[in-house]
């Protein structure tokens, strides 16, 4: 393995680092907490720490900077036992290196059961500063992630925002490029593609990539079909109030076999792996999380427009799920808003602020703008 880590260290500092995509999420790049970047596949984690990586080539040299992809097929198969030829295999390169301060970035680590255990082993024992990516929710949720408490601090990357969206693509700030960009998608890469054809076969394997390598080889998924069909389904029914008792029996009656305890865990995935974020409702009044019914709401986009566009869905939905997303952006816990029989759109907190936020495409004439602004009136 020594060998297998020494090629990819020496390619790595060889190897010039391309211009990235720049976005500022404000992550420090020396700091005494582990950086922990989390979000969905291909939302742009990995161009955010090598962004990172070249405003540290401005005061480090770059031979004290290692990245490791840990889904790099060179280092397959990976052990945690393996782990411990990372740095041995680093330091036969560099020598004198063993005294200096070392930058560690550490690509989808969680593909390597227990990596806590290493992690928290360098972060108490060596002069390093620690970056790692993941793709699952529950990375720092386990028993062995109580390891970590205290030492990392978690940074959530979300498919490009409207704001990130218009600037690449050098767009006026507006009502056009706003709906442009709900067209369209988020996802950084979808920037390099100017044909409906070649986004939507992208985000089809993105799609594809997700369910397998995060849901149905980790968790050995048996009914792969029922899997893809809830994830159409939350895309087809998002901003909608859903419960897992009535996705189960619509299942149950198109002739499936399934059972709540199973929709309800395959749902519980695919909000592991940042596909869709499930909004509990609040009850505004006796401020208090109630059971039962919530809503879904996708992490981009994209997956409707160009995967399941041939469904009816007003823009009013599609931009309901944007603000959604943008709240989640700017470190709000959102719920779905309920006061006597209305429904307030996203009740949402941070700290000791909560904001309550009715979406709504157009206001049109004063029934619809009765309707919208009711449910406010209601507290």
Not at 102 to 128: A, G, K, M, S
Not at 319 to 348: P, Q, T, W
Request: net charge neutral.
């Amino acid at each position: 393995m020594r060998d297998k880590f020494r090629r990819i260290i020496t390619d790595f500092i060889e190897t010039p680092i391309k211009p990235v995509m720049q976005r500022d999420y404000n992550i420090p790049i020396d700091s005494k907490k582990i950086i922990s970047l989390i979000g969905v596949r291909r939302s742009g984690k990995s161009s955010i720490l090598f962004d990172l990586i070249k405003k540290l080539e401005k005061i480090t040299p770059k031979e004290n900077i290692i990245y490791i992809n840990f889904e790099d097929d060179r280092l397959y198969p990976l052990e945690l036992k393996s782990l411990d030829d990372l740095l041995e295999s680093y330091y036969e390169l560099y020598p004198t290196k063993r005294d200096e301060k070392i930058y560690l970035f550490f690509d989808e680590i969680q593909v390597v059961e227990n990596w806590e255990i290493y992690i928290r082993r360098l972060y108490d024992t060596l002069n390093v500063q620690i970056f790692i990516t993941g793709s699952n929710s529950k990375m720092f949720s386990g028993e062995l992630s109580t390891l970590l408490s205290g030492r990392y601090v978690e940074f959530r990357i979300f498919p490009l925002s409207y704001g990130e969206y218009a600037s690449i693509h050098q767009l006026p700030v507006g009502r056009e490029s706003y709906l442009t960009y709900m067209a369209d998608g988020g996802y950084p890469e979808l920037v390099h593609f100017q044909s409906s054809d070649v986004k939507r076969n992208y985000i089809s394997g993105l799609k594809d990539t997700v369910l397998l390598k995060d849901i149905i080889r980790r968790y050995t998924i048996r009914d792969v079909r029922l899997l893809e069909d809830l994830f159409a389904y939350l895309v087809n029914n998002s901003s909608n109030l859903l419960s897992v008792t009535n996705i189960t029996n619509f299942i149950k009656s198109k002739g499936r076999k399934t059972s709540y305890d199973t929709v309800s865990l395959y749902l519980g995935y695919i909000e592991e792996v940042y596909l869709a974020h499930r909004a509990l409702r609040f009850n505004i009044k006796g401020k208090e999380i109630l059971s039962g019914s919530c809503k879904y709401y996708m992490n981009d986009l994209s997956f409707k427009n160009y995967l399941y566009a041939g469904f009816g869905y007003g823009a009013g939905y599609l931009l309901e799920n944007l603000v959604y997303l943008e709240l989640l952006r700017h470190g709000y816990d959102v719920y779905v808003g309920s006061i006597k029989d209305k429904e307030v759109d996203f009740v949402a907190i941070k700290n000791d602020r909560i904001i309550y936020v009715q979406a709504t495409y157009m206001l049109v004439d004063e029934q619809t703008i009765e309707r919208e602004y009711a449910p406010l009136e209601c507290r």
